[in-house]
């Protein structure tokens, strides 16, 4: 796979590049400015391909920019085979993958010609198509300003071989660090990193949005799956198709730089990481101005103030009080206000990444204020308004982002999960209906809308939604989850059983989880399998106790089977945990 094109664009950026203020005898030249949104806790740059517009994430820990094939379809680009034998290693295991080449791609206002992009793995959002790899973010030094929304290409003039190349630092403490095997063999950005005095290597990767120690490094530390104060983070995925668990534990010291943490929270997760030992994600990006000198191997980095590692998992108790509130004790602030609408958006998106609620509604309403007229200001500060628990306003930016653009995706979508919230059942299936019409058929939204109409009880619709997902994305992480909703659709319905039965034993197969045995349990009532059907709703329950479906079902097949006792009390702790369940179960022809 050819990067020839790499030292083209490079050329070309070069042509407008700006220096920035001399620092001694130094001046750096600014060759890009590539803004950066943040939705959740990934970085999302805007982008064309031949002409389209399209999202991609900024991933600094990919080696070479990718699409998914969902995309690739959406896009129409003709696949052809990736050089032989190639395999990405990747959170997840590895994917084969293919190619394509987009002939235009559009970035900040400048167009490369004729780029490749590997095409395959996972959907890594409901919003990107792809992501961003090394082969553009490594093509020169690149600065990190997530807090800021913006990442910049960036070179040394000839007098910055002895300067600093954190051009921003005054007073403030800053960190310096070599790169460590950077090059060839990976093109990812790689240093070394401690854990309670254990040397681990670390890449620095914005495509991971919550930092986390692979499993194996967290054992040399000392930490235990089932060890004290440990806490399970749910799965997670990435760029493969498998999901791993995760884990947060308590660790006595974290040093990367000339940073230290002590009592640091770190996020573990069950993933083979190879050569590297941890990924420091986007969180760590946000709580961090950082500079890759590609062009020495070395790392810069400042520290901007608030947890370094996202935690959001947590129960939200021991989030409250969890001691990686234990950080280091200096910031180097802001930089300045942004100067136009983009800007403020930018960065108030940013602080709702860091759940800085307050400074995100105050910069989008600076935004909207500057640019009433831009539908993604209001969304944006509508999301960061319902995740404040302020829905009534949060309802109100979504109305005004749609009036001014009625296809609004992202707006579309929020406002299903606020009217949902609301118990407007006929709103939410209105903008169901809408977001039908205007999604492209292969895009990763489809998954969100099956899983709202099947919460609206609109099951037959929801069939169609996963079948267009799962025909779009037959290698995905979220592919287990898809299967099994489209299991527990039809055995709802009560139709196409054998289906049904194929897609939770296709799921199951991929991951054991009391949802998927709950709902082949259902399933295999359903066909009067009463014996196995009770086997699953054993082992579901022992997965999750308390689960009002599975002791619904089983008590359902209790009592079928003669044992009145026992299937009484199962429907009776069933309708202790949820009262509406008989009433629920009855419409779909489920009675005891």
Known sequence: MSIRYSRAALIALALAAAPLPALADCQMFKLAELPVTMSGMQPLMPAKINGADALFMADSG???????????AQYRLKLHRAPEGLRVEAVGGSVAVSAATVEELTLANQTIKRIEFMVGGSEISSNAIGVLGQNLLG?????????????????????????????WVTSQPYSEMDLDWRGERTGQTMGVAYVNDIRIRVVFDTGASTSFLARHAAERAGFKADGAGVVPAGLSY??????????????PSFKVGDEEIHNARLRVGDSDLGDVDMLLGADFFLSHHIYVANSRDKL????????????AQLPSKEAATDPSAAIPPESDGQAG??????????????????????HAIADLTRANELDP?????????????WNNDEATLALADFDEALKLKPDDIDALLWRVRVRLGNHDIAGATTDLAALDRVAPKQANVRLEIADDYVRTDMLEVALVQFDLWIAAHPDDANLPDAKNGRCWVRALLGTDLDKALKDCNDALRMIKSAEFLDSRGLVLLRLGDYDKAMVDYDASLNLKPGDAWSLYGRGIGRLRKGMAAQGQADIDAAKAITPSIAEEAKRHGLVP
């Open 139 to 167: 093509m020169a030094d690149a600065e990190y300003d997530l807090a800021n929304g913006v990442i910049r290409l960036m070179r040394p003039g000839d007098g910055c071989r002895k300067a600093l190349l954190a051009y």
């Open 300 to 311: 810069y980095f400042t520290y901007n103030g608030g947890p370094v590692f996202n935690l």
């Open 337 to 358: 206000d942004p100067t136009d609408a983009a800007g403020y958006a930018r960065r108030g998106a940013a602080y709702a990444a860091r759940r800085d609620f307050e």
């Open 238 to 251: 990435g760029f493969g198709r498998r999901s791993v668990r995760t884990w947060i534990a308590n660790f």
């Open 62 to 72: 990919a080696f070479y920019s990718s699409i998914s094939p969902a995309a690739a």
């Open 373 to 385: 007229k831009e539908a993604s200001y209001l969304s944006r500060r509508g999301v960061a308004r």
